[in-house]
């Protein structure tokens, strides 16, 4: 079933001008871009995407990081997306990431661990529109 999946590529990621090298790593892992745009989030805005956590001990953190630099939101689709994206990315803490993953191979540390993905269908569609409307998703063909 073709799912869809909302990566953000972090301020670490854009800071480190990793940005070519992940969107590459995805794209040869048969994800097909349909949106995709470089943004700056205020803190406002983070911490409404990431609202779930509030609360959280990190989340402060969180919200802080990801409105530290420019980022960019990137809406994917292919079959399986949500755990291939996943399994792509590895494990939040890059230190437990298996080797050959995006996250070990890049990423720093767990509260800057250099991506973000979606955790279920229904949230990639949540997330999706947080960034995207439906005019700016492209239609794969």
């Given at each position: 079933m073709i799912e869809r999946t909302l990566a953000i590529l972090k301020p670490d990621c854009v800071r480190k001008n990793l940005t070519g090298a992940v969107i590459a790593r995805i794209e040869k892992a048969g994800f097909k871009i349909i949106g995709m745009k470089k943004t700056r989030l205020t803190q406002e805005t983070a911490g409404a995407f990431y609202a779930v956590h509030k609360g959280r001990p990190f989340y402060d953190g969180l919200?802080?990081?990801?409105?530290?630099?420019a980022c960019v939101p990137i809406a994917l689709e292919k079959e399986n997306?949500?755990?291939?994206?996943?399994?792509?990315?590895?494990?939040?803490?890059?230190?437990?990431?298996?080797?050959?993953?995006?996250?070990?191979?890049?990423?720093?540390?767990?509260?800057?661990?250099?991506?973000?993905?979606?955790d279920s269908p229904e949230n990639g569609k949540i997330e999706i529109a947080f960034f995207f409307s439906v005019k700016e998703l492209i239609e794969v063909i």
């Open positions: 919200v802080e990081f990801m409105s530290s630099g997306a949500i755990a291939d994206f996943r399994t792509l990315i590895g494990a939040t803490d890059p230190a437990e990431a298996v080797p050959g993953t995006i996250r070990k191979d890049f990423a720093d540390n767990k509260g800057e661990n250099i991506v973000h993905g979606s």
